[in-house]
């Protein structure tokens, strides 16, 4: 199983990026989706997911400012995030994994991309 992640770099504040987790060896139409970001200093937070079934969860903090969704026909996931903020700034993981019983686990691991937002 392997989940490439691209999509990073550098944006100024307020600024748009979107990224990319293709898998190979597992179908995003049979496993939750979600990402992650590790901030220098602090630990992994999940920042969302979106389910089998097409339902998205999101930490507050970036409620109304991110979007994940999949593309099964290319077996894809997305991070689109809009307006970032300095405090965005972080290595993002995308990972796939199940939610059950309103609870979020994950499976496999992608590895990171550097997102760095200019004040």
């Known amino acids: 199983v392997q989940l490439q992640a691209s999509g990073g770099g550098l944006v100024r504040a307020g600024g748009s990026l979107r990224l990319s987790c293709t898998a190979s060896?597992?179908?995003?139409?049979?496993?939750?989706m979600g990402w992650y970001r590790q901030a220098p200093g602090k630990e992994r937070e999940l920042v969302g997911h979106?389910?089998?079934?097409?339902?998205?969860n999101y930490l507050d903090s970036v409620k109304g400012r991110f979007a994940i969704s999949v593309d099964n026909a290319k077996n894809t996931g997305y991070l689109q995030m809009n307006g970032l903020k300095p405090e965005d700034t972080g290595v993002y993981y995308c990972?796939?994994?199940?939610?059950?019983?309103?609870?979020?686990?994950?499976?496999?691991w992608g590895q990171g991309t550097q997102v760095t937002v200019s004040s």
């Open positions: 060896g597992i179908s995003f139409s049979m496993r939750a």
């Open positions: 979106v389910t089998i079934g097409g339902r998205t």
């Open positions: 990972a796939a994994g199940k939610y059950l019983d309103n609870t979020w686990s994950t499976e496999y």
